[in-house]
């Protein structure tokens, strides 16, 4: 392997191969066997499932064909594939997807996740730093996923549309996504992103470090991710920083930055909204008070011994998760994921994200090309070269599929470049309309309104 950690094009025979050695096929059938007949195995669904969300949500029809086409060389040996009298139904492969235990499929995630996210040095002193947030995401309004995920209402009552609240957590250096944890954002059993994001650092290996928006920044998060041993770096919202700070010690200041050392505790209200909290619970942190320019300052809590000026350096780098996020719920369209059942939502969602991290894995091959950052690399156009060049081509030897895949990183690495933008430059905040959402399951309209 490369010194830079990068997986060289002659050792892939396509991204399945690049699958298999991440998450070895005998491994995956050890937990359910298949019968010696079986097209579809639990490899093949799930790279099946991972090719639904590379193509942005092909429908079961539409990956079908593509396989039996071009990736026929993926299926086990039997004599339907080898004859080629495979239908073209998707009925078997709709079997499989149900077959598929869920939490098969969340360890194919994870695995393949951190497979990637080896591949690249740690960030800040051999220890990683995982940037978490929460975002939401609109299902199909079936009467299960309303049960589970209810639709927001308004002044007309219940709408619609499902929706389920996601905690994603994205390795800082690789650009890698694991699993994410997914609850009700309304109704009686709704989650917070409090306990979300308790429960996602359950992901994160220990002595990782958490990075997270003022949302985190409270007693109750930072004490269950401190207590699961991870150093966090959060930022605070002026009130509960200045809540924090008072009667501090100043241990630093200068050119307006401040830093404080304290022994955090909480207040009656972290108490009430925290019962678990023990009774001798208490945080030292550090607390970083930098400004921003223009009147704006950043409020930063944070348990490593750090500068203010580094403390702010990364906790920059935490908008990369907001592209991020929009990456996965626009480009590769898990906003418009059509399963109609909770656990197929999952499994979809976390192969979501194999895709997604194949795509970043591919972008960084492509940045070390072009010997830039890997998100000077646009994602979108990234991924339709991967998807045009490497997935969408029919089946072809080794050595074609090696010259075949190394074209393409050199089309990525020389196309796809984002323009060199000004740094300083900064737009308002505006409100966009949604994207129009097909009608067919929605609630008929009265006769007055056809």
Same mark, same amino acid.
């Given at each position: 392997?490369?010194?830079?950690?990068?997986?060289?094009?002659?050792?892939?025979?396509?991204?399945?191969?690049?699958?298999?050695?991440?998450?070895?096929?005998?491994?995956?059938?050890?937990?359910?066997?298949?019968?010696?007949?079986?097209?579809?195995?639990?490899?093949?669904?799930? @790279?099946?499932?991972?090719?639904?969300?590379?193509?942005?949500? !092909?429908?079961?029809?539409?990956?079908?064909?593509?396989?039996?086409?071009?990736?026929?060389?993926?299926?086990?040996?039997?004599?339907?594939?080898?004859?080629?009298?495979?239908?073209?139904?998707?009925?078997?492969?709709?079997?499989?997807?149900?077959?598929?235990?869920?939490?098969?499929?969340?360890?194919?995630?994870?695995?393949?996740?951190?497979?990637?996210?080896?591949?690249?040095?740690?960030?800040?002193?051999?220890?990683?730093?995982? *940037?978490?947030?929460?975002?939401?995401?609109?299902?199909?309004?079936?009467?299960?996923?309303?049960? =589970?995920?209810?639709?927001?209402?308004?002044?007309?009552?219940?709408?619609?549309?499902?929706?389920?609240?996601?905690?994603?957590?994205?390795?800082?250096?690789?650009?890698?996504?694991?699993?994410?944890?997914?609850?009700?954002?309304?109704?009686?059993?709704?989650?917070?992103?409090?306990?979300?994001?308790?429960?996602?650092?359950?992901?994160?290996?220990?002595?990782?470090?958490?990075?997270?928006?003022?949302?985190?920044?409270?007693?109750?998060?930072? /004490?269950?991710?401190?207590?699961?041993?991870?150093?966090?770096?959060?930022?605070?919202?002026?009130?509960?920083?200045?809540?924090?700070?008072?009667?501090?010690?100043?241990?630093?200041?200068?050119?307006?930055?401040?830093?404080?050392? #304290?022994? @955090?505790?909480?207040?009656? !209200?972290?108490?009430?909204?925290?019962?678990?909290?023990?009774?001798?619970? =208490?945080?030292?942190?550090?607390?970083?008070?930098?400004?921003?320019?223009?009147?704006?300052?950043?409020?930063?809590?944070?348990?490593?011994?750090?500068?203010?000026? #580094?403390?702010?350096?990364?906790?920059?780098?935490?908008?990369?998760?907001? /592209?991020?996020?929009?990456?996965?719920?626009?480009?590769?369209? #898990?906003?418009? *994921?059509?399963?109609?059942?909770?656990?197929?939502?999952?499994?979809?969602?976390?192969?979501?994200?194999?895709?997604?991290?194949?795509?970043?894995?591919?972008?960084?091959?492509?940045?070390?090309?072009?010997?830039?950052?890997?998100?000077?690399?646009?994602?979108?156009?990234? @991924?339709?070269?991967?998807?045009?060049?490497?997935?969408?081509?029919?089946?072809?030897?080794?050595?074609?599929?090696?010259?075949?895949?190394?074209?393409?990183?050199?089309? =990525?690495?020389?196309?796809?470049?984002?323009?060199?933008?000004?740094?300083?430059?900064?737009?308002?905040?505006? =409100?966009?309309?949604?994207?129009?959402?097909?009608?067919?399951?929605?609630?008929?309209?009265?006769?007055?309104?056809?």
């Amino acid at each position: 392997m490369p010194e830079d950690g990068s997986i060289p094009a002659t050792e892939l025979v396509s991204a399945m191969r690049l699958l298999e050695q991440l998450m070895p096929g005998k491994e995956l059938e050890s937990s359910r066997p298949s019968a010696p007949h079986t097209v579809y195995t639990t490899l093949v669904t799930l @790279w099946m499932l991972t090719l639904q969300r590379l193509g942005a949500g !092909k429908s079961l029809e539409e990956v079908v064909k593509e396989v039996v086409f071009n990736h026929r060389e993926i299926l086990p040996r039997n004599k339907r594939v080898e004859d080629a009298a495979l239908s073209f139904s998707s009925a078997a492969y709709s079997g499989a997807r149900q077959r598929l235990e869920l939490a098969t499929t969340e360890a194919f995630a994870c695995r393949v996740c951190q497979s990637l996210i080896d591949l690249s040095p740690p960030a800040f002193d051999g220890r990683r730093v995982f *940037i978490i947030d929460g975002t939401t995401i609109t299902l199909s309004p079936t009467p299960e996923l309303q049960r =589970a995920f209810p639709p927001a209402t308004n002044q007309r009552g219940e709408t619609v549309w499902p929706v389920a609240m996601l905690m994603v957590a994205h390795e800082l250096q690789s650009g890698c996504a694991l699993p994410p944890e997914i609850g009700a954002m309304y109704g009686g059993k709704r989650t917070s992103e409090a306990e979300q994001a308790k429960a996602i650092a359950q992901r994160i290996p220990r002595g990782d470090i958490v990075m997270a928006d003022s949302g985190f920044g409270i007693f109750g998060v930072v /004490h269950a991710l401190v207590q699961g041993g991870h150093p966090i770096l959060f930022r605070m919202t002026k009130s509960r920083f200045k809540s924090v700070a008072r009667g501090a010690t100043l241990i630093e200041d200068w050119e307006g930055r401040r830093t404080y050392q #304290t022994r @955090w505790t909480p207040s009656p !209200k972290d108490r009430a909204s925290h019962p678990e909290l023990p009774a001798d619970a =208490a945080l030292d942190v550090f607390l970083h008070e930098v400004p921003l320019g223009k009147g704006d300052t950043l409020y930063l809590v944070t348990t490593l011994p750090i500068k203010s000026e #580094t403390a702010a350096e990364y906790y920059s780098r935490r908008y990369d998760v907001e /592209h991020d996020i929009r990456d996965v719920k626009v480009t590769l369209d #898990t906003e418009r *994921i059509r399963a109609r059942s909770v656990d197929m939502v999952k499994k979809e969602l976390f192969t979501s994200l194999v895709a997604f991290n194949l795509v970043v894995h591919f972008r960084r091959q492509a940045a070390a090309l072009a010997q830039v950052p890997p998100r000077r690399l646009s994602f979108t156009e990234v @991924w339709d070269t991967f998807h045009h060049f490497v997935i969408d081509k029919e089946p072809c030897d080794l050595a074609t599929w090696s010259a075949r895949y190394d074209e393409a990183l050199r089309l =990525a690495a020389k196309y796809c470049k984002l323009p060199n933008r000004p740094q300083k430059r900064n737009y308002p905040r505006k =409100a966009h309309p949604r994207r129009p959402k097909s009608t067919k399951f929605a609630r008929p309209q009265s006769a007055k309104n056809p």
